[in-house]
């Protein structure tokens, strides 16, 4: 009997941290992992701003903070620092436009952009790149912390270094195909909801989950909500806060649509 309950408080402690309220995780199958080392390119004026010990300081807890979320939402994957690289021609006032920002990069970086952009042939790698700017806006709203374009960027993303540190794998979440929750989409576009293939080249429509959205439980969002407080989880119906379920099957499993990502790339790469 005294065997039944030690093993019964191991698992309960393995699958459960010490907040206010517990939060349940599923247990993750050992599998291959995906590891997605990220090039960053720094505006010159964040080093201008910044000491290094701060910059660097940012930069781990967003990485922390991402691994967190694989971790809590079994996703085969893991982020990690490949390079950090200052570049002077990129001005923080450019980063109201993506596709200049990643034409300029491209005009200015043509080899180490191509390489990137190539370099997805080794075991269990897939690489991203980003820019991060400083301008220092400090409200929270995901998408002016940063921005993607997975349909002609998709491993490319922008990020404001003075956003959260959840804002990092917001927008690596776009960039598998993960959305927002319902309610903020539906407000985005104006109520039509489940017709975002419409925008969409009829190649890239198989992209597009119904389950892809993110939830909010316990009062708090998932990673792909906009809400003050951000879980440290994608949206799954296998994840509880507080007994409750933060999300759902049919219609916000965000959890299931990273770990399918990570595995289509494990496949191609092995
Ligand atoms: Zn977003």
């Known amino acids: 009997m005294g065997k039944y309950i030690a093993i019964f408080l191991s698992l309960f402690s393995f699958n459960s941290f010490a907040e206010d309220k517990p939060l349940t995780t599923p247990t993750c199958l050992p599998e291959a992992v995906l590891t997605t080392p990220i090039t960053l390119f720094l505006t010159e004026s964040i080093k201008a701003q910044y000491a290094p010990f701060v910059i660097e300081g940012h930069i781990k807890s967003w990485l922390e903070h991402s691994n967190t979320v694989m971790r809590n939402s079994c996703i085969p994957m893991k982020r990690t620092l490949k390079e ?9 006032i450019n980063f109201q436009d993506i596709y200049a920002v990643h034409d300029l990069l491209a005009y200015y970086y043509p080899d180490r952009i191509k390489s990137l952009q190539q370099n997805q042939s080794h075991h269990h790698v897939y690489p991203y790149y980003g820019v991060v700017f400083s301008t220092r806006n400090s409200t ?131």
């Open 140 to 270: 929270f709203n995901p998408d002016k912390c940063g921005q993607t374009d997975v349909t002609l960027y998709p491993q490319f993303f922008v990020l404001d270094i003075n956003c959260p540190k959840t804002v990092l794998e917001h927008e690596l979440g776009h960039l598998a195909w993960a959305n927002h929750d319902i309610d903020t989409l539906s407000d985005q576009t104006e109520g039509y909801l489940f017709d975002l293939a419409t925008w969409l080249p009829v190649g890239l429509h198989s992209k597009i989950k119904q389950y892809a959205y993110g939830y909010r439980c316990g009062g708090k969002g998932t990673v792909m909500s906009y809400a003050d407080e951000l879980h440290p989880f994608y949206s799954s119906p296998s994840i509880a806060f507080d007994g409750i379920a933060c999300g759902n099957d049919v219609y916000a499993d965000n959890a299931r649509v990273l770990r399918e990502y990570a595995e289509a790339k494990l496949e191609i790469t092995n």
């Open 84 to 92: 950090v690289v200052y570049i002077s021609e990129l001005l923080d």
